[in-house]
């Protein structure tokens, strides 16, 4: 039996214990950590990847929302909050579910349901890495491409698009940026930000940049900044 890694965020202790509670009686969820604030739970999901995130909104300092934004690979996500007012804002950033506290056990259920099939999907479907060699069809409107990997050089993420760069073209594809990163080599195809990806071997300058930033040139005349997270991690990454 598939179990699904997931960490529950509140800044409130009764409110944790509630998910926790409820999540007794679905064996297939492992709850690997909780948090309280925004900062923590960055921390946690970085270093245990979990599935799914049972997210609070309100919270002291920074909000579920922020959270989100501050990540660059994004788990799924159900919000848990005390407010039913940011709906239409939790669906737009592709959460799953909406659940309004106290959580009522029958909403609880389909709330779970929802979510283990939306996961076994995902998980049917779960990517390989694609070779560098390999070519691959876009289609993008009336034209067609057929490009070898290597020679794409910048992708960007627009919602549930990704924009495709490789020579002097670019192409609009219906993918995320996070089913991207896991389809393309990781060791090619660096995440520089929440909303960019780069081919490393296009790589022509990089310079300091504010707030230990750091900003890279490609080869084809981009500019993006690398975000303080994934700063780190490059140069963690590319040393010796």
Not at 61 to 73: C, H, Y
Not at 119 to 143: A, W, Y
Not at 147 to 159: A, D, Y
Request: charged letters at 30%; a negative charge; proline letters at 4%.
């Amino acid at each position: 039996m598939k179990r699904y890694k997931t960490i529950i965020i509140d800044d409130e202790r009764l409110a944790r214990e509630e998910v926790k509670r409820a999540l007794e009686k679905h064996i297939e969820f492992e709850i690997i950590g909780e948090a309280s604030h925004v900062d923590e739970a960055i921390t946690l999901i970085e270093d245990l990847q979990p599935d799914l995130l049972f997210l609070d909104i309100h919270m002291p300092g920074k909000s579920g929302f922020d959270l989100l934004e501050e990540l660059t690979n994004v788990p799924d996500v159900v919000f848990t909050t005390a407010y039913d007012q940011y709906a239409v804002k939790a669906f737009e950033m592709n959460a799953l579910d909406y659940l309004v506290k106290p959580l009522r056990d029958e909403r609880f259920s389909k709330t779970i349901e929802k979510v283990k099939e939306e996961l076994s999907n995902r998980v049917k479907l779960e990517p390989t890495t694609l070779p560098m060699h390999q070519k691959i069809f876009i289609k993008d409107g009336e034209k067609c491409h057929f490009i070898p990997l290597t020679e794409i050089h910048f992708i960007e993420s627009l919602e549930n698009y990704a924009r495709l760069y490789f020579g002097s073209d670019k192409a609009m594809i219906k993918r995320s940026l996070n089913l991207l990163a896991e389809k393309l080599d990781p060791k090619v195809f660096f995440r520089v930000n929440r909303s960019q990806m780069i081919n490393i071997h296009y790589i022509k300058e990089i310079h300091p940049y504010f707030n230990n930033k750091l900003q890279i040139i490609l080869t084809t005349g981009e500019k993006v900044e690398v975000s303080s997270r994934q700063s780190v991690k490059f140069k963690n990454w590319n040393s010796l």
